[in-house]
């Protein structure tokens, strides 16, 4: 569950904005929450820090939700505010773990300067959908599970039925 009276801030994947259908459902169940939308020609380090920033001023506890690329970029964020001792819940979408899970080559060459090898999880939720089409789901989940084994109690991993955009997503909801 998130918890109660957290802040929830929600980072889209490539192409994605605050009318994504997830933050649509997102927003029903938590009217507060704010999307921290980025345009695929965007600064992003700019993004990146901004946000950190910004969010490193909000009182109440924190939830980042990230979706594909969103997730790599909530994971560097979340990271951030962890070394200056501000926790943060993560919730990860099929998240962009690497480029090399990546089905076809055909990622944004301008972008991968932004992606981060994901490595150090806490307070972490991944939702895996087993029928992605864009991520091999395999590795992904393969990559999770051995993190978990070797880090227990850090993350959560949900694997579901779905494809990368995660459909069912306004039933997982009531989960996290």
Not at 34 to 61: G, R
Not at 76 to 84: D, G, M, T, W
Not at 121 to 147: R, S
Request: hydrophobic share 40%.
């Amino acid at each position: 569950m998130i918890a109660e009276g957290s802040r929830i801030f929600y980072i889209h994947g490539l192409y994605g904005s605050r009318s994504s259908r997830k933050f649509g459902f997102i927003q029903q169940k938590y009217p507060t929450a704010i999307c921290l939308e980025w345009k695929f020609n965007d600064n992003l380090t700019e993004f990146l820090e901004n946000t950190f920033h910004m969010l490193e001023t909000v009182q109440e506890p924190i939830t980042l939700i990230g979706s594909s690329v969103g997730g790599n970029f909530a994971w560097q964020i979340q990271q951030k505010l962890l070394n200056e001792g501000i926790k943060c819940d993560l919730i990860l979408i099929n998240p962009m773990v690497e480029l090399m899970y990546k089905f076809e080559d055909n990622f944004p060459n301008h972008l991968v300067q932004y992606l981060k090898p994901m490595n150090y999880f806490i307070n972490t939720k991944v939702i895996i959908g087993l029928q992605d089409e864009i991520l091999d789901a395999h590795q992904i989940k393969a990559f999770f599970e051995m993190y978990d084994y070797n880090n227990p109690n850090r993350i959560e991993i949900i694997l579901v039925e779905d494809d990368h955009r995660i459909s069912k997503f306004n039933d997982l909801l009531g989960d996290l």
